[in-house]
């Protein structure tokens, strides 16, 4: 098959296409023909091997794993003996961990859902990783009616499906993006929107009942300020200045808030095919809409992953495959 691949970490220009065997599925396997697989910041960092504590997992000197991408939607083209829940034809988008960017991907039937049947592969595959970390850190900070929720990174992939998801939970939305962005935010959903290079949202005290901060750009005890007493913070963010900086904030959060009256809660997103079940759901209801800006095709791939990294995105990247 065909596959983006790479044998150093590095920049975009590392990724290369190639011709590599095609997966075997086991028996709780789901075999994908891939038709669309969407480019996330998780991606960009396994391809860099950053923050460098991820290279104990994934390879101290190269990667183990040559083939990036967790996004995928397409259709099913063989399963293993073990597989009840889906056969060969059906329309599915999943989470892998062994790399999307590629023409099949072999998935465990437990991370799989049938796709949403009002949008295409290319949108479906937009969903994936954002909108189950969307719908985590939403959950984990058990955002309801009434309650006001800041997105800090509210014009990414993350940030579009959590300000929608709020909205559509019965949250008042203040979205944080650059200026430029700041109507497609409103596009989404949000009842407010604050430029960060104009002003800063820590600056509203004892504001927000919630903060999902996927961003990581204000210090830690300044975001604190910004929630009421007994507020939430969700921390999800790969990036925060120096190599350890995500970890560093997140372990300092955790630590921290025991001993006060405000929630702090990292968020460690985990595949999960309920949770693409429900998006798909909400998203054939009308509740949730996913944006794709750009469609490269695979060849390509690295022109897309460039594209991410610019910061220029307003919703997803996509590759057709």
Not at 265 to 276: V, Y
């Amino acid at each position: 098959m065909r596959a983006i691949v790479q044998h150093r970490y590095g920049g975009p220009d590392e990724l290369a296409l190639a011709e590599v065997a095609a997966p075997e599925p086991a028996a709780d396997e789901v075999l994908i023909r891939v038709m669309a697989v969407a480019v996330s910041m998780g991606d960009v960092l396994l391809m860099r091997g950053e923050p460098r504590a991820v290279r104990l997992a994934y390879g101290l000197r190269r990667p183990k794993r040559p083939i990036i991408g967790r996004d995928v939607a397409g259709e099913v083209v063989a399963v293993g003996h073990a597989v009840t829940r889906f056969a060969v034809g059906d329309a599915v988008f999943a989470e892998s961990d062994q790399g999307g960017f590629a023409e099949f991907v072999a998935v465990p039937e437990r991370f799989v859902a049938a796709r949403p049947t009002s949008v295409d592969a290319i949108h479906a595959a937009a969903v994936v990783v954002s909108g189950t970390t969307a719908m985590q850190g939403l959950r984990l900070a058990g955002v309801g009616a009434g309650q006001h929720v800041l997105v800090n990174g509210a014009s990414g992939g993350v940030g579009g499906f959590a300000v929608q998801l709020a909205k559509g939970r019965g949250a008042e939305v203040t979205g944080v993006s650059r200026g430029a962005k700041a109507e497609h935010v409103r596009a989404l959903g949000a009842d407010h929107v604050i430029d960060y290079s104009t002003e800063d949202f820590t600056a509203n005290l004892g504001r927000y009942d919630v903060v999902f901060d996927l961003v990581a750009d204000r210090p830690l005890g300044r975001v604190r300020r910004s929630l009421t007493p007994r507020g939430t913070l969700v921390l999800s963010s790969g990036r925060g200045g120096t190599v350890l900086g995500p970890m560093r904030r997140m372990a300092a959060a955790s630590v921290i808030s025991p001993f006060v009256s405000q929630r702090l809660r990292p968020l460690a997103a985990a595949r999960s095919g309920d949770d693409l079940a429900e998006l798909a759901r909400r998203i054939d209801a009308g509740e949730v809409r996913p944006v794709v800006d750009r469609v490269f095709p695979l060849e390509k791939a690295a022109e897309a992953v460039a594209m991410l990294e610019s910061g220029e995105v307003r919703g997803k990247v996509v590759i057709a495959v």
